[in-house]
């Protein structure tokens, strides 16, 4: 059965290549996932990438074969901590994710050997989208001049404070301008 394109940043395009070039041999099991991935993929910027399309370190929720779904958080390695809650692009199921948009479908095969058809559901967070939002979010709700604000102003000072530089009077223990 066809795969539907991969969509792939910049960034993770790059990671599966190295991948890729780092197989073990001809019956490595993500050899093959890989060089389909490579040959449907479809490489845009971060910026660029549609919100419901899986990233890495998006969270996603997946049913493998129409089963019960699943949410993990797609990483290139196993994260301390988070154990069950993220699956690794080292694995197939892992891969097939990768790419994919709400509602496409990836076939690998299984640990035991069977086909397996794993279908997002979900895009819960991508990491693009978020950075986008947030950026959209600061550049409406900032001031002008952010961190910048007026604490004094010399219009509040006294008339003896406000001296014109003819006025002053340097002190005798002023060096002066030569000192600097």
């Known amino acids: ?10 960034k ?3 990671i599966l290549e ?19 991935k490579l040959r449907k993929a479809v490489v845009v910027f971060a910026d660029d990438v549609l919100p419901t399309a899986v990233t890495l370190n998006s969270r996603v929720a997946y049913r493998v074969n129409g089963g019960a779904a699943e949410t993990r958080i797609v990483a290139h390695d196993e994260i301390r901590g988070l154990v069950g809650r ?10 097939a994710l990768l ?3 709400e ?13 397996e058809t794993v279908t997002v ?13 947030a950026e959209k979010m600061n550049r409406t709700a900032m001031p002008p001049f952010p961190g910048l604000r007026l604490v004094h102003s010399s219009d509040d000072a006294p008339a003896a404070a406000r001296k014109t530089p ?12 030569s000192a600097a």
Not at 1 to 10: A, V
Not at 125 to 133: C, D, F, G
Not at 166 to 177: A, H, I, K, L, T
């Open 1 to 10: 059965m066809p795969h539907s394109p991969c969509l792939l940043t910049t």
């Open 12 to 14: 993770d395009h790059t």
């Open 18 to 36: 190295v991948m890729l070039e780092r197989c073990l041999g001809l019956d490595d099991p993500l050899r093959p996932i890989l060089q389909e």
């Open 86 to 95: 993220v699956i690794s692009i080292t694995v197939p199921r892992g891969l």
């Open 99 to 101: 790419g994919l948009a």
């Open 103 to 115: 509602g496409q479908s990836f076939h690998v095969r299984g640990r035991d050997g069977a086909d």
């Open 121 to 133: 559901q979900e895009v819960a967070y991508q990491p693009e989208a978020a950075k986008r939002l």
């Open 166 to 177: 003819s006025q002053y009077v340097p002190s005798p223990d002023d060096p002066g301008p």
